[in-house]
């Protein structure tokens, strides 16, 4: 079986406002595909040539465009991006937030398999064609939506809200007060890191503790239990593109230094919150099946958390931040705290979480998160990362979650 390299890739800016900039999602595909490509080494004529020999197929990743641009059949839309790509293999793949993360997998295994030798990774979403409380009710869609969407306003903050609370029924011995304190301070950490990030969403927004441990007030209310909008990812428009190859074109094209992926794990828990919940309980996990998932990751790349050097997660909420925590194997689960209290997981620590801001600080569309993690996976890998770059990167991990950590994801990236 083929070495997956990742040969390189690009994210749009998360700042920008496609629709107030009157673009389309033609306008967002071609300029992240075109930027993508050009990090990556490849031109259209490297396209059309590698197509003839049947060499190369795309993979997007997008969640919901059906109800936020009325469009679907998402794979052809390559096509409108350039003529390079006719007759490409390219389908759509989508997994809720994962949707990116099932391309990538998607991607890969082709590439294992030899039946490619490159495949473009293409996630994006368009998520300020409407105001928020009708998106709210799209991503609704997320979860089991008759039962846990219907009718609800904003049911992810809900849900996560009710993260928030198992988290705290299951470890009794976890002082409320410490736990909100932990998640105010994950906030936090995830606003200062996106500062580093030229293409972060909030980079310039401004968050201090006491903001965001000041909750149910004026500037940071209440929006689903114990969460308040300091505990949020971004509404978001983006795109990222990754680009991944095989062993023997990184051969025909004398490349050196190219990260792989490693490993990988994948394991779908129950879809309703409420039966995830009663399934943890001979588990020590909160979320035993994300647990799982990196287990899987760790045991595929022959590596455990103390070789890890950067991690990236799925932070919609800082109540899923605090939960992978312990997924991660970086804490006793119950005892997240320890890594927030004692630094471990700030930009300066040990195990640093999310130098890209997360989805908190660098933004959140929704189908692109997979691919934007990846790419920051090997911009750390191959030191590119610039202002957020973690010195001595060489294994990485992310963790991406679909829904209410129905579908969970990880990829494992380092080098060879």
């Not at 609370?165 to 932990?182: G, H, I, Q, S, V």
């Not at 903001?211 to 929006?223: I, M």
């Not at 958390?305 to 932070?315: A, L």
Request: net charge negative.
């Amino acid at each position: 079986m083929s070495k997956v390299y990742i040969l390189g890739g690009a994210q749009t800016d998360f700042e920008r406002n496609w629709t107030k900039e009157g673009k389309s999602m033609v306008a967002l595909l071609k300029e992240a595909v075109v930027d993508g490509l050009t990090d990556a080494g490849l031109t259209f004529d490297d396209i059309k040539s590698l197509n003839r020999e049947n060499r190369i197929a795309c993979f997007v990743g997008n969640f919901i465009a059906e109800k936020y641009v009325d469009q679907g059949h998402l794979g052809a839309f390559l096509t409108e991006v350039n003529p390079a790509f006719y007759g490409v293999p390219s389908a759509r793949y989508e997994a809720a937030c994962a949707s990116s993360s099932v391309a990538i997998d998607a991607a890969a295994t082709k590439i294992r398999a030899e039946e490619y030798d490159v495949a473009i990774v293409v996630g994006w979403e368009l998520m300020k064609t409407v105001e928020s409380r009708v998106g709210g009710d799209y991503l609704g869609r997320a979860a089991y939506y008759d039962k846990e969407g219907r009718g609800i306003d904003l049911p992810f903050p809900k849900l996560f809200g009710k993260l928030a609370d198992e988290t705290l029924k299951k470890y009794p011995e976890l002082d409320e007060k410490r736990y909100m304190d932990a998640l105010a301070k994950i906030c936090v950490l995830n606003y200062e890191n996106a500062k580093r990030n030229p293409l972060a969403q909030t980079r310039k927004w401004f968050m201090s503790y006491e903001q965001a441990s000041a909750r149910n007030t004026e500037t940071n209310p209440l929006v689903g239990g114990r969460l308040s909008v300091s505990d949020c990812s971004q509404v978001t428009d983006g795109a990222a593109v990754v680009v991944l190859c095989s062993d023997r074109y990184i051969d025909e094209r004398g490349y050196k230094g190219k990260a792989i992926i490693k490993g990988y794990g994948h394991r779908t828990a129950p879809l309703l919150f409420d039966k995830k919940m009663a399934d943890n309980e001979y588990s020590e996990y909160v979320l035993p099946w994300t647990r799982q998932a990196v287990l899987d990751a760790y045991k595929r790349a022959g590596l455990n958390v103390d070789d890890i050097d950067v991690f990236e997660t799925h932070d919609c909420f800082t109540s899923s931040e605090y939960a992978a925590i312990s997924a991660f194997g970086l804490t006793e689960p119950g005892k997240e705290y320890e890594a927030v209290e004692a630094g471990l997981i700030a930009f300066d620590g040990k195990k640093p979480i999310n130098p890209s801001g997360g989805l908190i600080g660098c933004g959140h569309p929704v189908g692109a998160s997979g691919a934007r993690m990846l790419l920051d996976l090997n911009k750390q890998v191959t030191g590119t990362a610039g202002g957020y770059q973690i010195k001595g990167a060489k294994n990485v991990i992310m963790l991406n979650i679909g829904g209410s950590a129905t579908t969970n994801y990880v990829f494992i990236v380092g080098a060879e």
